[in-house]
């Protein structure tokens, strides 16, 4: 046997079999062993999710069918006379006005003014670390401690801001910022913001922070001024963070409960409520959990359709990205 011969005879070590070839020379019991321990790891989470999420959810749909007080069992079956009530109750009519305000002032006013505030603390300025900080530090707060914080900054004649007011001689322009139906609504979103701002500020500079300087550089280069940089280059390639704050201003304007049940309960008569206030009110105060349950069931479904839209009709194309970005890198 030639030497070509021999070299010829020799096994290939260290080739790697042709694509498509790997997945089916895997043993069985690898691949089941992979599934089994993907499989344990993820029961956990699902019990845990099950028993404190999808049950409740059910037992709420399964409770909103009764005239039910809380105590002992559910007997009183009235089918859809909660929702129906629900429907013409005036209240529960302005709680969705009021829900659709807050979603409005949030998207129109609130967001822009974080972003404004991240372009700037984007830049390089002495003692911008500082900034970030004082400006994210009221998300830290609890809404309990806001509510509580603001409602003493607020009290009429006797409040922070009343005084500050008057020191400056505009007397006339403070008074009864959450005791005056024409006001309460303006002052609890202003508390909304101050709480809340530095949270969006801090997703939009992480996102300001991935935009590569080349472009902006570029674009510099060739011409463009400080507005054409930002809306051709800064606002586009934010459009994903943008995106997600407004989900989530959205989905926090509908659940709104705390801020708002410390600072007011509801009140002047009603014009503060939320879905959420209005839901703890007859569930807590007045021992209605069908009712209750029946405005929580509302609750869900429209965050439920809202989220499935938003995801379906604008968070498709990022996640889609994210899915490919994600099998490109492996």
Do not use: C
């Not at 900054?153 to 005791?179: T, Y």
């Not at 510099?220 to 989900?247: E, K």
């Amino acid at each position: 046997m030639t030497s070509t011969q021999i070299q010829d005879a020799r096994p290939a070590v260290g080739k790697e079999p042709p694509a498509g070839q790997e997945g089916s020379r895997r043993p069985l019991a690898r691949r089941v062993r992979d599934w089994l321990t993907a499989f344990a790891f993820t029961v956990p989470g699902l019990i845990l999710f099950v028993l404190f999420v999808v049950v409740p959810i059910l037992y709420a749909g399964y409770v909103s069918f009764f005239n039910w007080g809380g105590f002992g069992s559910p007997s009183d079956f009235v089918g859809l006379d909660n929702f129906t009530r629900l429907f013409k109750d005036p209240v529960f009519i302005g709680d969705l006005w009021r829900g659709l305000l807050l979603v409005l002032l949030s998207i129109g006013v609130q967001l822009p003014f974080a972003l404004a505030m991240a372009v700037l603390l984007n830049q390089k300025l002495r003692g911008r670390a500082i900034y970030r900080m004082l400006f994210f530090a009221p998300y830290v707060l609890s809404e309990v401690i806001t509510g509580v914080l603001f409602s003493m900054i607020f009290a009429p004649d006797s409040g922070l801001a009343d005084k500050v007011l008057g020191s400056v001689g505009l007397d006339g322009v403070g008074g009864l910022w959450f005791a005056d139906q024409d006001t309460v609504m303006a002052t609890i979103f202003l508390v909304m913001t101050w709480k809340y701002f530095g949270f969006h500020m801090m997703l939009f500079l992480a996102g300001l922070q991935g935009i590569p300087a080349e472009l902006t550089e570029a674009a510099r280069i060739d011409g463009a001024n400080a507005w054409q940089r930002f809306r051709s280059i800064t606002l586009p390639l934010l459009g994903p963070t943008v995106r997600l704050s407004i989900f989530l201003s959205v989905i926090g304007a509908i659940q709104l409960f705390d801020l708002v049940w410390v600072a007011t309960q509801g009140g002047p008569d009603h014009h503060s409520e939320t879905m959420a206030v209005t839901m703890f009110q007859f569930g807590f105060k007045r021992y209605q959990m069908g009712y209750a349950s029946a405005i929580s069931i509302v609750m869900f479904l429209i965050s439920l359709v809202f989220a499935i839209f938003y995801q379906r009709f604008v968070l498709r194309r990022d996640t889609e990205g994210a899915i490919t970005n994600m099998r490109g890198s492996r």
